[in-house]
Structures are given as structure tokens and as C-alpha cells.
């Protein structure tokens, strides 16, 4: 298909809302993002922090971290190019690998974390409206403020509270704890060195950095977790923004539904040939006279033949063998492996008849429920094996495939995470023609292998069947 034909989708978690919660260190940053997330209570909300974008520190930098005499306070210790690229791919609904600092080695560790789909990000950190390409992609900007000597007051009397020196019970507020606990259970530190560092770095950073930033910032929030009208202003906010974009969601998938039933039905989907044998089956699975054992047995049967007629789409090289009876046998090689993605749950039907083709391919699984009030698809969840982008074929697996919206939905979370469109195949057993041009007119590289051609919006019922539930 042309590029003037592709149909550009994009998923609900693309443009990303991402909100900046900056502040000085030990004015309640993080606490104030939790109390946001908490407020909003959605799935799809994930906090970063900007302590993962330190720089890696040289030898001399490290002993200096070690003695309290670096300078963690400084716009310069922070990666901000590092930081600028994560979040992009964040709201262009990329996936994001962001770096894992220890805070014990002074040193940027090998494993990364994964982010991807967030419908909100909140970035917190001390720099967070620092830098004028972060600020950019930012949708609300919010200025965490405290008195100075209250923010030395949390990390000191954290600090206290691990050390050996006894200490006023009136000291131990636990909103005052919480908030410095990592300086010292994360970061390795004592009471001198938290005073150390406070009069030698973070305060003057303060005055230097931090504080011009609130001068940018959308809304300045007092007393933090306390402040719970500014939080429930934020919360309303975020609400409304993400109703927007839901709306816009739902326009588009009723776009590419009509452009779909206009369009013939793609080459890339492939019918299995109605032999009288599948035919025969087909009766069988229908007719609610047949017990479950034979529904079982006579799907599984099936679905063997549609992940047979999915691995013909593997690419295959020349290979040249020496037969037991040392004649020379030329055939085909795979080009890498195999692997698939259940569509949770209904996808858990084909896993039988995966295992009698492919013993040993390796499976990932998806979870993706459509909101009974949007109409909308919602991933739920997501483990895919690893480095998927790598391998030959990868099988995407649902029984039924109606409006086609969690179908594209799985389709693109494959190509997100680096899947070529010309690697995925869509197994299924029932598909309707509107569904199946929804997804092949987004992905027109994709293949969709089907069983047999239903209505277009008939009830799952095919997992139903099968798994007695």
C-alpha cells in the first residue's frame, strides 16, 4: 500500500500529558506527586523522578560524592539531553528506557526501567522548569514551596532518626520522615553529611537555581500534601484534559471504522481455503448442541492449521544438508525465531494449538478490555519476551476480531517497542471486514490470517466456548 494510502493512527497514551513538580530538595516533591496520582485515580498515571538522570561521575567526582563534597545541586550534575530524549518518546507514545541511578555506588547502574503508555507522566525534581526543552513539552508546570529551614528540618531530622543521637519525639512527623528517608537508607548518608551538604550546596543552589523557577511555574503550591484544595484543582485539570483526548480517541476510531467500510476487503488478509474438512469444523464450533470437549478438541485442530498458515510468512534462507544416506538435501533455514502474544483472555484459546506447531515458541501477553462507557480499548498490561524487535515472526493471537480497535491497539504497542509491521501476523478465528481493514489500512504491512469471515460486530463468543466461562 502507497503512503498516501496509510491511515495514520494514534494510540490514547500518544501525546502524552506531562506535568513538571519542581521545588527545592526536602519540600515535599515527591509527596505532592503521589498525593496528585492518588487523586486522580487512574492506571495509567506514572511518576519520574529526575534523581535518575544524574551524570555518571569520573573517579575523582565519585571520591568527591563520597566525602559529601560534590555538587548534586547543580543544573550540571543532571543529563538533560538524556532526559529531553526519554521524554519525547514518552509523548510521541514511544517506549522510554530511563537509566537507574544508585545513589550507595554514586554510579549510573546497567539495568534501565521501562515507560511506555502512560496517559500522564509527572516529572518531580529540583530542576524540573529548569531547562527551556523540557519546560516545551510540559503541560502543567508546578512550583513545590516550603521554607528553607523546614526543608533542612526534613533531611536532617531523617538523618537523625537512623543515627545513634536521641532525639525530641516531636521530631518524628511522619510526612517529615518520608521525605528525606532516601538520604539516608538510599543514599548511604549520616546527620554530618546531610549538614553538609545543605550549607554547602543545596542551599546556595536554592537562591541560585531552584527558587527563579517558580517565577514560571502555572500554579505555586503551599504546604504540599496539605494543600488539598490545590491538589483537587490539579486533579480536575488532569481530568478534563484526559476526557479531551478521549473524545478525539473515540472521533478517530469512528473515522477509520467508516474508511474501513468503504474500502474491499486488504490482500493481507488471508482466508484458510473453506475445505470441506474446516468447513466441517466450523459447523462444529457453531452449533451449541456440541458438548465442550469435542468444542475443545475441534478449535484446537484449527488453530494448528491457522499458526501453520502464519509461519509461512517467516522469512527462510538456503540451507544445504548431507542426508544419513550422505546424499545433499537443499532447503530452508528460519531467519530468527518465532514468538507470539496472547491477547488476554480469549487469546489463552490458541496456546494449545501454538504448542502442537511450535513447541518451543516463546509467548508474551497483552491484556487489552474495552471501556463498556467510551467504547474505547485500554491496555491494561503488557509482558512481551525479550528483545522481541529481534525475532523472525511474531504472531499476534485473538479468537475474534470485531471492531478491530483492540486489534490495532496490540499492533501498535508491537511496532513501539521496534516490531517491523512486516514481521506481525493477526491470528484469529472469527473477523468482521470492517475490523480487519481498520487494522490493515493503519498497518498495511501487517497480515491477518483468518479462520473464517463473520459480522462485524458479533459477540465474542468463540473463548466463551472454550474455556467454559
Known amino acids: 500500500m502507497s503512503s498516501d494510502e496509510r491511515i495514520r493512527y494514534s494510540p490514547p497514551w500518544g501525546n502524552a500529558s506531562i506535568i513538571g513538580v519542581a521545588g527545592s530538595s526536602g519540600s515535599g516533591k515527591t509527596s505532592l506527586a503521589l498525593a496528585i496520582v492518588a487523586s486522580l485515580n487512574l492506571p495509567w498515571v506514572v511518576i519520574m523522578s529526575m534523581d535518575s538522570f544524574y551524570k555518571p561521575l569520573t573517579p575523582e567526582q565519585s571520591a568527591a560524592a563520597f566525602r559529601n563534597e560534590f555538587d548534586f545541586d547543580s543544573p550540571e550534575a543532571i543529563d538533560f539531553d538524556i532526559l529531553v530524549d526519554r521524554l519525547r518518546d514518552i509523548k510521541n507514545g514511544k517506549v522510554a528506557e530511563v537509566p537507574v541511578y544508585s545513589f550507595e555506588k554514586h554510579a549510573r547502574l546497567e539495568q534501565t526501567t521501562i515507560v511506555y503508555s502512560p496517559h500522564v507522566l509527572i516529572l518531580e525534581g529540583i530542576f524540573a522548569l529548569h531547562d527551556q526543552r523540557v519546560l516545551d513539552m510540559l503541560d502543567l508546570r508546578i512550583f513545590a514551596e516550603a521554607d528553607s529551614d523546614l526543608c533542612l528540618s526534613r533531611r536532617s531530622q ?145 488453530a494448528g492449521l491457522l499458526v501453520e498458515t502464519a509461519v509461512d510468512f517467516m ?22 525465531e518465532v514468538s507470539a502474544v496472547v491477547i488476554l483472555r480469549g487469546g489463552s484459546a490458541f496456546e494449545t494449538g501454538l504448542r502442537r506447531t511450535i513447541p518451543d515458541c516463546r ?48 499492533v501498535k504497542v508491537l511496532v513501539d517497542h521496534g516490531v517491523p509491521e512486516r514481521k506481525i501476523v493477526f491470528v484469529t478465528y472469527l473477523a468482521g471486514r470492517v475490523g480487519v481493514n481498520r487494522v490493515l489500512r493503519v498497518f498495511p504491512e501487517v497480515r491477518c490470517v483468518i479462520a473464517r469471515m463473520g459480522d462485524d460486530m458479533e459477540s465474542r463468543w468463540v473463548e466463551t466456548r472454550y474455556l467454559g466461562c
Open 158 to 302: 531523617a538523618c537523625t532518626s537512623f543515627s545513634p543521637y536521641p532525639v525530641p519525639s516531636s521530631s518524628f512527623e511522619p510526612t517529615l520522615i518520608r521525605a528525606v528517608v532516601r538520604d539516608v537508607k538510599e543514599r548511604g548518608r549520616d546527620i554530618e553529611g546531610c549538614i553538609k551538604q545543605w550549607f554547602s550546596f543545596v542551599k546556595p543552589n536554592f537562591y541560585k537555581y531552584v527558587s527563579p523557577q517558580r517565577e514560571i511555574a502555572d500554579i505555586i503550591i503551599p504546604r504540599g500534601i496539605e494543600n488539598r484544595v490545590a491538589i483537587q484543582m490539579i486533579s480536575s485539570q488532569i481530568t478534563s484534559t484526559l476526557a479531551t483526548k478521549s473524545a478525539q480517541h473515540q472521533l478517530e476510531l469512528t473515522r477509520l471504522g467508516k474508511i474501513a467500510e468503504d474500502s474491499p476487503l486488504s490482500k493481507n488478509a488471508i482466508v484458510l481455503k473453506q475445505t470441506n474438512q474446516v468447513r466441517g469444523i466450523h459447523a462444529l464450533l457453531m452449533d451449541p448442541a456440541t458438548n465442550r470437549e469435542d468444542c475443545i478438541f475441534y478449535f484446537d485442530r484449527l
Open 315 to 336: 522469512q527462510f534462507t538456503s540451507v544445504s544438508v548431507t542426508t544419513p544416506q550422505n546424499y545433499t538435501y537443499t532447503g530452508l533455514h528460519p531467519v530468527g
Open 363 to 410: 509467548t508474551g501477553r497483552m491484556l487489552i478490555q474495552t471501556n463498556y462507557r467510551t467504547g474505547e480499548p485500554e491496555l491494561h498490561y503488557r509482558a512481551l519476551p525479550t528483545n522481541i524487535a529481534e525475532h523472525g515472526l511474531i504472531l499476534v493471537l485473538d479468537p475474534q476480531m470485531s471492531s478491530g480497535a483492540a486489534a490495532l491497539m496490540a
